[in-house]
């Protein structure tokens, strides 16, 4: 919240974190859990913000519990969709899916989901499609010091928020909330965790230093640096041990 005309909030939407980040334009980061669109509009109330003041609605990425309330909100605000390519036909087919396990929770996890959670999503038109590698928010003129940049890993169209303050909304790229790890770190469920650490340490070389995940509070960039250590530590072990 460095930037003198720019702050941020955390909107809680179920089990997601929604951020709104205010400049030159709002911006609404994700669209909160299928069924809690009164959560996101306590939440604006809260914040004395009006739902008309939304711009624009970017996705960090197509899972359910991220587009769940996305054709409500889109209705409630008027505001445009923005979706990095790979991930829109989750959103606009209403069909998102399910990543893999990657820890023997994730796994659990993924076979729980499989069978448990089948939330209805509507289909929602995206209207603008993300297929850069980065994109400045200030160089598009939205007035937010900031950038998109893609992140796969997590889903092949994920993207994470970096602002230029080191602040960085993670989406699922990193998760610190107790139903899906019990400390903060990367995420236990992605379709390719050597893409989340090359995302990651893309995103550490170009100044995250904070992370604002969607499941969760936010912690420093440390953790994450500290879990890319341990992952690589193991990946070098299974592959000495596998020439
Ligand atoms: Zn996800
Ligand atoms: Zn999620």
Known sequence: MQHPSFEFHRIPVGINNCFLLRGGTTILIDAGAPGHVKDFMHGMDRLGISL??????????????????????QHLTGARIAMHEADCHW??????????????WGRLLHGLGRV??????????????????????????YG?????????GHSAGSVCILLDSGEVFAGDLAMNAWFLRSTPGLPVLAEDMSLVIQSWKR?????????????????????????IDIWEAKHM???NKNP
């Open 203 to 227: 995103l550490i070389r170009m100044g995250a230093r904070h992370v604002y995940p969607a499941h969760g509070t936010d912690f420093p960039i440390a953790v994450i640096r500290r879990e």
């Open 144 to 152: 937010i010091p900031g950038q998109v940049i893609h992140t796969p």
């Open 116 to 141: 448990l959670y089948r939330p209805y999503i509507h289909p929602c038109e995206v209207h603008y499609v993300i297929t850069t590698a980065r994109s400045s928010l200030m160089g598009l003129g």
């Open 237 to 239: 072990a299974f592959q």
């Open 52 to 73: 008309r003041e939304i711009d624009l609605i970017l996705l960090t990425h197509g899972h359910a519990d991220h587009i769940g309330c996305l054709r409500q909100i």
């Open 91 to 104: 959103a606009e087919s209403g069909s998102p899916g399910l990543p893999p396990g990657v820890t023997l």
